[in-house]
T-cell receptor, first 114, second 113 residues
Framework: TQLLEQSPQFLSIQEGENLTVYCNSS?????LQWYRQEPGEGPVLLVT?????EVKKLKRLTFQFGDARKDSSLHITAAQPGDTGLYLC??????????????FGIGTKLQVIP | KAGVTQTPRYLIKTRGQQVTLSCSPI?????VSWYQQTPGQGLQFLFE???????NKGNFPGRFSGRQFSNSRSEMNVSTLELGDSALYLC????????????FGPGTRLTVT
């Protein structure tokens, strides 16, 4: 079973601060997704990274996939209250002729205080 | 394009009852997965269907079952409900077996009393 560990699990910061959350595994993933989930709603896909070392930017959010494709990070610059939510990473082992299910981390709950 | 829809959004049942949840995927998506989300366990995979066939199943008891129809709509059934089944049940769709990205519905909040 492939496991994804996310850290920190909880983060409370002031508006305007920067933060980084991490997603780590001992397994290699062919791709990794980041989602944001707001209370009472389903997760919303933010980004997919597939290449080791890949960096993607989405406005103030920067996502990086580790060189070995075992870990990823999400960096938020100048956090806003609208960034509040649960951030989930999900690793996909790849499709090798037989389906393997996606593994989700437990999430990082972010609160941005105005 | 309409997103993933789930019905009902909220449900209250008592122990021992059974429940059926429904999910309509994004048009053109043939794969539907179901997840249980609780504060302590996070997102736990229940099962996935592709073209009406169950492709994979998570570590849940046989009380949890599902099916997929020819129009890709899916239902999930839980029989003999237990208090521990209280959770947010999420459905996600993707285009096919080799696609990585899942699109989630808003979930069904099930409370078992």
């Amino acid at each position: 079973t492939q496991l994804l560990e996310q850290s920190p699990q909880f983060l409370s910061i002031q508006e305007g601060e920067n933060l980084t959350v991490y997603c780590n595994s001992s397994s290699v993933f062919s791709s990794l997704q980041w989602y944001r989930q707001e209370p009472g709603e389903g997760p919303v896909l933010l980004v997919t990274v597939v290449t080791g070392g890949e960096v993607k930017k989405l406005k103030r959010l920067t996502f990086q996939f580790g060189d070995a494709r075992k870990d990823s990070s999400l960096h938020i610059t100048a956090a806003q209250p609208g960034d509040t939510g649960l951030y989930l990473c999900a690793g996909h082992p790849g499709y090798s002729g037989g389906y393997q299910k996606v593994t989700f981390g437990i999430g990082t709950k972010l609160q941005v205080i105005p | 394009k309409a997103g993933v829809t789930q019905t009902p959004r909220y449900l209250i049942k008592t122990r021992g009852q059974q429940v059926t949840l429904s999910c309509s995927p994004i048009s053109g998506h043939r794969s539907v997965s179901w997840y249980q989300q609780t504060p302590g366990q996070g997102l736990q995979f229940l099962f996935e269907y592709f073209s009406e066939t169950q492709r994979n199943k998570g570590n849940f008891p046989g009380r949890f079952s599902g099916r997929q129809f020819s129009n890709s709509r899916s239902e999930m059934n839980v029989s003999t409900l237990e208090l521990g089944d209280s959770a947010l049940y999420l459905c996600a769709s993707r285009t096919g077996e080799s696609s990585y990205e899942q699109y989630f519905g808003p979930g069904t909040r099930l409370t078992v009393t």
